[in-house]
Each structure stands twice: as structure tokens, then as C-alpha cells.
């Protein structure tokens, strides 16, 4: 059994610039939720992925879009970068939607804004 | 909104203490996750609790679930110095989506 994986493991961008991130979840698991932590801080929920389709949204404006494919992997697409955007991105699997399933999270993308 | 805090927010303890770390909600709770995270890398899930006054190990960690439901409570036996790190509490946020804990940071000198 694989666990969750992401890629890349760093990144640096330019405001302004564009970026994707790219999540696979764990076997057997059908939902992704993707989280933000910026350094000192928790882990703050961003959108969850549920059968190729946004299940729920945290408190993340538009330019924070995302996607999921048949086999439940899942991107984080972020426009427009901004300086505050500098953080570590999380992607988390579970068995299914409802948030008493487990969470499971990925290693992080760290990704800094310049 | 619904506020995860925990406390201490950090602690430096001797290897082999005991130590002690709660986290309390401004709302009702039916799930309790409780997570490690080492620098740089993703929180590790450690113990689930589900029912209130539930109390579940998963080796020298312990954990409870309040029965007010508004707070949990995790325990580490004989600490060890592998144990540094930061712990997060995580409830359910409405259906679908979970908030975090402010996290306890914990260093333990050998």
C-alpha cells in the first residue's frame, strides 16, 4: 500500500507567476483535501476533491483552483502568485468525503514566493 | 468561527517525563485527530477518537476524548528524543473539511 505522495518537494516563483502542484493519494482512498500551512502556523483547509469534484471550500479566493482525475489524483493550481502564498501546500487522502474519514497527509510542497 | 487552542504551545521536558498536552473548542466536537509533524515534512496521524470520553494508545501515546466533547487530551509516556515535534488536535469543521489546532511544540533534552 502506498502512501501519499507529492510533487515537487520545492518550488520558487515570481509573483504574479503561475504554479501547479500535483498530489496522488493514498490506495484506495477517493478524496483529496488540500491545505495550507504557513510557517508557525496549522495546516489551514483550502478545497476538497470528491469524485473529480470540489466537495467544499475553505476561506481561499478563486485563484486557488484545483482538479481530480480519475484515479483521485489531484492538482492545486494557484494564479496570480502573491508573496503571502509562501508556504508549505499539503494534500491529505481519505476513504471518503465526510470528515470523520482519517486524513492522511503527503510530505508537502514547499512552495516561496519572490 | 470555530477555534482550535492548544496548550502548552511549547514545552521543553527531559527525556524519559511524562508530558501532557490538551486542546479545547469553541464548539462540539465528534471526532478528535491528533497529529505529529517533523520540520519540513507532513503531519503524521497518530491516534483517532470518536466517541466522547473515548480513551485509545497507540504505544506510549494516549489519548481522551472529553466528554464535554469539547476538548482532547494526549499524553506521552517516557519521553524519548525522537518525540520533538509539533502536535496537532483536528476536528470536523462542518461535513467536509477538518480545522487545525495552533499546534504544541515540544523539544525534549536528553
Known amino acids: 500500500e502506498t502512501g501519499v505522495t507529492q510533487s515537487p518537494t520545492h518550488l520558487i516563483k515570481t509573483r504574479g507567476q503561475q504554479v501547479t502542484l500535483r498530489c496522488s493519494s493514498q490506495?484506495?482512498?477517493?478524496?483529496v483535501s488540500w491545505y495550507q500551512q504557513a510557517l508557525g502556523q496549522g495546516p489551514q483547509f483550502i478545497f476538497q476533491?470528491?469524485?473529480?469534484?470540489?466537495?467544499g471550500r475553505g476561506n481561499f479566493p478563486p485563484r486557488f483552483s484545483g482538479l481530480q482525475f480519475p484515479n483521485y489524483s489531484s492538482e492545486l493550481n494557484v494564479n496570480a502568485l502573491e508573496l503571502d502564498d509562501s508556504a508549505l501546500y499539503l494534500c491529505?487522502?481519505?476513504?471518503?468525503?465526510?470528515?470523520?474519514?482519517?486524513?492522511?497527509f503527503g510530505p508537502g510542497t514547499r512552495l516561496t514566493v519572490t | 468561527g470555530q477555534q482550535l487552542n492548544q496548550s502548552p504551545q511549547s514545552m521543553f521536558i527531559q527525556e524519559g517525563e511524562d508530558v501532557s498536552m490538551n486542546c479545547t473548542s469553541s464548539?462540539?466536537?465528534?471526532?478528535w485527530l491528533w497529529y505529529k509533524q517533523d520540520p519540513g515534512e507532513g503531519p503524521v496521524l497518530l491516534i483517532a477518537?470518536?466517541?466522547?470520553?473515548e480513551l485509545t494508545s497507540n504505544g506510549r501515546l494516549t489519548a481522551q476524548f472529553g466528554i464535554t466533547r469539547k476538548d482532547s487530551f494526549l499524553n506521552i509516556s517516557a519521553s524519548i528524543p525522537s518525540d520533538v515535534g509539533i502536535y496537532f488536535c483536528?476536528?470536523?469543521?462542518?461535513?467536509?473539511?477538518?480545522?487545525f489546532g495552533t499546534g504544541t511544540r515540544l523539544k525534549v533534552l536528553a
Open positions: 491529505a487522502s481519505s476513504s471518503d468525503r465526510e470528515a470523520f474519514h482519517e486524513q492522511y
Open positions: 490506495s484506495g482512498h477517493n478524496t
Open positions: 476533491y470528491y469524485r473529480e469534484e470540489e466537495n
Open positions: 464548539s462540539i466536537f465528534n471526532t
Open positions: 477518537l470518536y466517541k466522547a470520553g
Open positions: 483536528a476536528g470536523p469543521s462542518g461535513t467536509y473539511k477538518y480545522i
